[in-house]
């Protein structure tokens, strides 16, 4: 069976007319009716909202379009923009200095003040010298076998030798009790000029000094010595042995008086035996006393105006022998008067 041509294609083209008119009009009902899920709202319109300065315009008549409600949400003019009263500057307020500034002025004030603090710390006087222990790790300066020159409140003042020019200073506590634990081998009062000692100190002067006596002062007795002179305050004696010492005392020749026992200075002469006993540090006075008065002596011997100014008359007991100039000199005078005796040679004939 044959379908009819005509009457299909009478429908193809009634269907293709309606389409072409529907959509215009779909078109206009989809701009003026609400999206399916949300009936009370409207869809914006395509055309760009107005700036807010201006009037909005009103939007036109559309056919099938529903009159605007008061729920509807299109964008209400804009208000007029009223220009803010002018406001009165801030009163001006003293400058502050940032945290951190103020930090480093406290700062500051605080390490001034320890730095002040710690100069009067260390600042030693005659109650602060050498009265620190020794902290962990000091360093000592070491002086081994020296001898006490002089002691004075604060300072040893030591020499290499009896005989040395050059002298050291120890700093020592002017509290002996803060030195009697650092001294060994001896006491604090053992320390006097004549000792030898070796001390480890601190030439700062703020740390104790560690004192070991290796050689105290003893009190020396020169028994049966012999005068050799005495003149003004100073006395000389001679050992067995022809070994010299000297000694002296305060005052002039009339104190000697209270040094001699067993006689008066007058007994001191040459050739007088005596026992000399001596305190090198001087805490006992000298003390001479008279063994054996002087054979036949004489105070002529002892005669100050010979003393060549050193306020003695130093003598020997011992002749003097010639010396080889004095020898030389007397052998050429003799040799010139035995030739000036001797008779001349009578010519040959």
């Not at 293709?16 to 003026?32: F, I, M, T």
């Not at 006596?213 to 002179?229: H, S, Y």
């Not at 200075?265 to 006393?289: I, M, Q, S, Y």
């Amino acid at each position: 069976m044959k379908t009819p041509v005509a009457p299909l294609r009478r429908l193809m083209h009634a269907c293709a007319l309606s389409v072409l008119c529907l959509a215009p009009a779909q078109w206009v009902l989809a701009d003026a009716l609400p999206p399916s899920g949300d009936p009370s709202a409207r869809r914006h319109p395509r055309r760009p909202d107005p700036a807010p300065s201006e009037p909005a315009q009103p939007r036109p008549n559309r056919p099938l379009a529903a009159p605007p409600g008061p729920s509807d949400s299109a964008p209400a003019p804009a208000a007029p923009t009223v220009p803010a009263a002018p406001v009165a500057p801030a009163a001006p307020t003293a400058p502050t200095a940032p945290p951190s500034a103020q930090g480093q002025l406290v700062n500051a004030e605080q390490a001034a003040a320890a730095l002040a603090a710690a100069a009067t710390a260390t600042a030693l006087t005659v109650d602060t010298m050498a009265t620190r222990p020794p902290p962990a790790g000091f360093v000592w300066s070491v002086l081994r076998d020296v001898t006490i020159h002089e002691v004075a409140e604060t300072y040893l003042y030591v020499r290499a030798s009896k005989n040395s020019q050059s002298t050291r200073a120890i700093p020592i506590p002017k509290d002996r009790a803060l030195l009697r634990p650092n001294v060994a081998g001896g006491t604090v009062d053992d320390l006097q000029r004549g000792a030898v000692i070796t001390a480890k100190f601190d030439p700062k002067g703020e740390v104790r000094p560690e004192i070991v006596i290796q050689q105290r002062v003893e009190t020396e007795v020169l028994e049966g010595v012999r005068v050799l002179d005495r003149g003004g305050n100073k006395l000389y004696v001679t050992d067995s042995q022809g070994k010299g010492r000297g000694f002296a005392i305060e005052g002039g020749a009339e104190a000697w008086n209270e040094v001699v026992a067993g006689g008066s200075a007058d007994d001191l002469r040459v050739g007088a035996k005596v026992t000399v006993r001596f305190d090198p540090t001087g805490r006992e006075p000298l003390r001479v006393t008279l063994l054996e008065p002087a054979p036949g002596g004489s105070r002529r011997d002892n005669d100050p105006g010979k003393d060549g100014g050193c306020g003695c008359d130093v003598r020997s007991t011992s002749k003097r022998l010639p010396t080889s100039g004095e020898a030389f000199a007397a052998l050429a005078f003799g040799l010139l008067l035995l030739r000036a005796r001797r008779p001349a040679s009578k010519p040959a004939a």
